[in-house]
């Protein structure tokens, strides 16, 4: 071989390593994104989500709490009033089993 091509296949081949090793470092970095970015959809902003909705879902489940001891304390006054509505219609005479 001349020296030309050996001069000219050395230059290329610089140049060859020189893109393989930029080609790893845009992989490597590329990883690097990638794995922040799903860090960042799976993880922060869930907990942003979270820590956005979390006010109004606390709200709703102390008013739902509310409504069913509210229920629960009506239907207990309710069947404490019926007992006593029993004994009424007894003084009376009136038995409300016998139809």
Not at 17 to 46: C, H, Q, S, T
Request: no cysteine; proline share 3%.
């Amino acid at each position: 071989m001349d020296e030309q091509k050996l001069s000219e296949m050395y230059d290329l081949t610089k140049e060859n390593n020189k893109m393989l090793k930029a080609m790893r470092r845009d992989a490597f970095v590329g990883g690097i994104v990638k794995f922040i970015f799903w860090i960042i959809v799976f993880v922060v902003i869930p907990y942003l989500t979270w820590l956005y909705v979390q006010p109004y879902l606390q709200g709703f489940l102390d008013t739902y709490q509310k409504v069913q001891q509210t229920a629960d304390s009506v239907s207990s006054s309710t069947t404490a009033d019926f007992s006593q509505f029993q004994e009424f219609l007894k003084k009376f005479g009136i038995n409300p089993s016998e139809k």
